[in-house]
T-cell receptor
Framework: SQQGEEDPQALSIQEGENATMNCSYK?????LQWYRQNSGRGLVHLIL?????REKHSGRLRVTLDTSKKSSSLLITASRAADTASYFC???????????FGSGTRLQVQP | GAVVSQHPSRVICKSGTSVKIECRSL??????MFWYRQFPKQSLMLMAT?????????EQGVEKDKFLINHASLTLSTLTVTSAHPEDSSFYIC????????????FGSGTRLTVV
């Protein structure tokens, strides 16, 4: 499967700051999803944005999608130490049932 | 939301032995489940798509004889790593699509396999 790229690969911020992660992908998509993974654990679904949407909010999360640039961003506002985790974007590509994951961003929020 | 239960969470086995990992959908029926492998500090790579009542579809480069997938019921898919070797040590995660379509895909908690 062709994976997307995420940047940064690692991000360290102080509690209260905002964290922005970017994701690029390669193929046509039906939707793009963001997941969180705590170390050594399964993935938790955060938010889904459809290909015809440009921005979506959920609590402290804000996701944007630019299909012309094949890119998305995840913004976590007012970060907390508990937000420390790896974050992955994943695309549901046209004609493919499984998700294709980006390379991930490891976020460290310092208390 | 939909819940997928994966067992065991952690297993250590000797080289040459086989290990079975189970993935159950607890409150919904999953005609399709997905098996991923994740190496340390890397992303998830799809290994195969498990189809209830039919053969699994494997990704290029994944040996079907080594990674046996069985999806005999609408709530259970199993992955058996046969003749395991140290290079098979990895984190294996199963997934199913949330039937409501609202929450994306739901994931098991993963299985940490260590082959010694």
């Amino acid at each position: 499967s062709q994976q997307g790229e995420e940047d940064p690969q690692a991000l360290s911020i102080q509690e209260g700051e905002n964290a922005t992660m970017n994701c690029s992908y390669k193929t046509s998509i039906n939707n793009l999803q963001w997941y969180r993974q705590n170390s050594g654990r399964g993935l938790v679904h955060l938010i889904l944005i459809r290909s015809n949407e440009r921005e979506k909010h959920s609590g402290r999360l804000r996701v944007t999608l630019d299909t012309s640039k094949k890119s998305s961003s995840l913004l976590i506002t007012a970060s907390r130490a508990a937000d420390t985790a790896s974050y992955f974007c994943a695309t549901a590509n046209t004609g493919r049932r499984a998700l294709t994951f980006g390379s991930g961003t490891r976020l460290q929020v310092q208390p | 939301g939909a819940v997928v239960s994966q067992h065991p969470s952690r297993v250590i086995c000797k080289s040459g032995t086989s290990v079975k990992i189970e993935c159950r959908s607890l409150d919904f029926q999953a005609t399709t489940m997905f098996w991923y492998r994740q190496f340390p500090k890397q992303s998830l790579m799809l290994m195969a798509t498990s189809n209830e009542g039919s053969k699994a579809t494997y990704e290029q480069g994944v040996e079907k004889d080594k990674f046996l997938i069985n999806h005999a019921s609408l709530t259970l898919s199993t992955l058996t790593v046969t003749s395991a070797h140290p290079e098979d040590s990895s984190f294996y995660i199963c997934s199913a699509r949330d039937p409501t379509g609202l929450y994306g895909y739901t994931f098991g908690s993963g299985t940490r396999l260590t082959v010694v």
